[in-house]
Every structure is written in structure tokens, then in C-alpha cells.
């Protein structure tokens, strides 16, 4: 079957830094998304890696390996804001839907 | 540009009705797809269409159902509800096929009560 796992929960300080941790196993890969949804609100667009290594917009990184099937998340300087649901998800193919992980709660404290 | 309308933002049935929820794309957006959000998971993919055609479907039975019109507009229909169906309904717009560097805009959801 295919698959993406991330931490269920994930607890930082406010101003800290934090990374939410994805990997897959899919049968094919075009690229790792991650999308923010706020409790009650919408999943919004984060990010998209096709290629190894860091994009970065902004406070917030996203990171890929795919010869370790493998991406990250990365946090930097967390606000109260922040606080929030992160999905990562996979493309397989070209003609199938995305797959996605269960999701990461984040959890920041003052 | 309007963001993705969901119609109703609520609705509460009983076992056994129907339900039909609607949703209007991003002006431009030629695929919506359906998700299914439960409290404590992720997203379950229902269906996507493209160009007025069902492109994949996710494994859910057949009560589930959809259909996208000319204008990208798409409705989803749940028939013979069970209380199992209980859930936060979310639609995605996208330009292109879902997923990739096409993202995914989202509405807001129609929350779903069967009693």
C-alpha cells in the first residue's frame, strides 16, 4: 500500500525553531506538498519540493530526500499563530490523487 | 479573486436521507476534488474531476457520488446516510491535476451531522 507518516503531535516554545518530519512510501513520486489547517479552518498551501533539498519561504523550509523517501518541515521563529495542523502529502503519479499523512499537531507554548 | 464557496457551511440529516453539498472552484480552476475529514485524521480522498469527468476515486462505497458541471461547478451526493458519514466535507480546487506544483485551494467545509 502507500503510505506517509508524521508525528502525530509535535510541542515547541514560541520563538523556537521545530521540524515536522514526513516519510513515504508510495509507489511512484512526483513531489511533497504540506498544506496548514487551523482548527475549524481550511487547509491552506505551505509548500511543494519536487527536487532534493531546501525551498524556503519565508519563517517557514521545507525540505526533501528522495533517495530516502523522506521531507521535513521546518519552523523557524514560532508565533502563537502557528499553531496548527500540518499535512504532508505525496503525488504519485501523474494520474493519481495525492496521498496523505495523518497529520501533525503543533502544539506551541509561551 | 473569490476563493472556494462550499454550500452549506452546515447540515444536519438523519439515517437514511440524502444529502447534496455544492461547491464553486477558484474562477479558472479546471479540477475539484472531494475530501473527507474526520476529527483526529487526515484527509480521505473521495473523488476528482477534471473537465466535467470523475478522473480518480478514492475507496469509499457507492452511497458516495459526485459530478462536476461546463462551468467547473461540482456537487457531491450522499445517499442512505449513516452515522458514520458524520464529518467535515472539504472540496480543493486546483488550476491543473490535483497535486504536484498545482496546489490545492481549499473552502471552507461543510460540516455534516447524521443523527
Known amino acids: 500500500g502507500q503510505s506517509l507518516e508524521q508525528p502525530s503531535e509535535v510541542t515547541a516554545v514560541e520563538g523556537a525553531i521545530v521540524q515536522i518530519n514526513c516519510t513515504y512510501q508510495t509507489s511512484g513520486f512526483y513531489g511533497l506538498s504540506w498544506y496548514q489547517q487551523h482548527d475549524g479552518g481550511a487547509p491552506t498551501f505551505l509548500s511543494y519540493n519536487a527536487l532534493d533539498g531546501l525551498e524556503e519561504t519565508g519563517r517557514f523550509s521545507s525540505f526533501l530526500s528522495r533517495s530516502d523517501s523522506y521531507g521535513y518541515l521546518l519552523l523557524q521563529e514560532l508565533q502563537m499563530k502557528d499553531s496548527a495542523s500540518y499535512f504532508c502529502a505525496v503525488k504519485p503519479g501523474s494520474n493519481y490523487q495525492l496521498i496523505w499523512g495523518a497529520g501533525t499537531k503543533l502544539i506551541i507554548k509561551p | 479573486k473569490a476563493g472556494v464557496t462550499q454550500t452549506p457551511r452546515y447540515l444536519i440529516k438523519t439515517r437514511g436521507q440524502q444529502v447534496t453539498l455544492s461547491c464553486s472552484p477558484i474562477s479558472g480552476h479546471r479540477s475539484v476534488s472531494w475530501y473527507q475529514q474526520t476529527p483526529g485524521q487526515g484527509l480521505q480522498f473521495l473523488f476528482e474531476?477534471?473537465?466535467?469527468?470523475?478522473?480518480n476515486k478514492g475507496n469509499f462505497p457507492g452511497r458516495f457520488s459526485g459530478r462536476q458541471f461546463s462551468n467547473s461547478r461540482s456537487e457531491m451526493n450522499v445517499s442512505t446516510l449513516e452515522l458514520g458519514d458524520s464529518a467535515l466535507y472539504l472540496c480543493a480546487s486546483s488550476f491543473d491535476r490535483t497535486g504536484g506544483n498545482s496546489p490545492l485551494h481549499f473552502g471552507n467545509g461543510t460540516r455534516l451531522t447524521v443523527t
Open positions: 474531476y477534471f473537465s466535467e469527468t470523475q478522473r
